[in-house]
């Protein structure tokens, strides 16, 4: 059972356009973190939200929290070649764990 | 400031057999966990070492073990390998207050064949 859902799970867009990523569940979370990994290598800690409703924003890129603190949300405006990876997200359980979406592959196109 | 290291980077295993993972964790990082990411997946919590007790486990069977030494590095334990185990093992540090503060190193990539 995958407690945290993504979607899309694959994406494929031009450059220039905007994309939004979901990462939903039924389970309430601590906080919840975004992470991109590029091929052969580990994981990369974009965001940590951990306030219902918190929006973040980094550049181009704007992460909100859901209200009831079991989903999340993350938007690329203006996408570059650049931004092309794995796209995850991770709610954090106790102090202990993580527990990871399935990922997002972004793919950006020139 | 180094990071998280893990070695090797790549090893080739044969069914049945064993195999030894290590992590040094970051500079001034006390815990470390380890995760399995098999291709095309998310990763998958496997467990957690501090002040070099196991302190939480993942869905993984007894196969898997690990040990944390007092410079706070760890080793994971893979006993009678399958071929399902092929994936990307990966070690995650953080410093034991700070709950969010993870860095990944950038994993060993382990085929069983």
């Known amino acids: 059972t995958q407690l945290l859902e993504q979607s899309p799970q694959f994406l494929s867009i031009q450059e220039g356009e905007n994309l939004t990523v979901y990462c939903n569940s039924s389970s309430v979370f601590s906080s919840l973190q975004w992470y991109r990994q590029e091929p052969g290598e580990g994981p990369v800690l974009l965001v940590t939200?951990?306030?219902?409703?918190e929006v973040k924003k980094l550049k181009r890129l704007t992460f909100q929290f859901g209200d009831a603190r079991k989903d999340s949300s993350l938007h690329i405006t203006a996408a570059q070649p650049g931004d092309t990876g794995l796209y995850l997200c991770a709610g954090v359980r106790g102090a202990q764990k993580l527990v990871f979406g399935q990922g997002t592959r972004l793919t950006i196109n020139p | 400031d180094a990071g998280v290291t893990q070695s090797p980077t790549h090893l080739i295993k044969t069914r049945g057999q064993q195999v030894t993972l290590r992590c040094s964790p970051k500079s001034g990082h006390d815990t470390v966990s380890w995760y399995q990411q098999a291709l095309g997946q998310g990763p998958q919590f496997i467990f957690q070492?501090?002040?070099?007790?196991?302190?939480q486990r993942g869905n993984f069977p007894d196969r898997f073990s690990g040990h944390q030494f007092p410079n706070y590095s760890s080793e994971l334990n893979v006993n009678a390998l399958w071929l399902g185990d092929s994936a990307l093992y990966l070690c995650?540090?953080?410093?034991?207050?700070?709950?969010?503060?993870?860095?990944f190193g950038s994993g060993t990539r382990l085929t069983v064949v």
């Open positions: 070492y501090y002040e070099e007790e196991e302190r």
């Open positions: 995650a540090s953080r410093n034991w207050a700070d709950r969010d503060g993870y860095t």
């Open positions: 939200v951990v306030t219902g409703g």
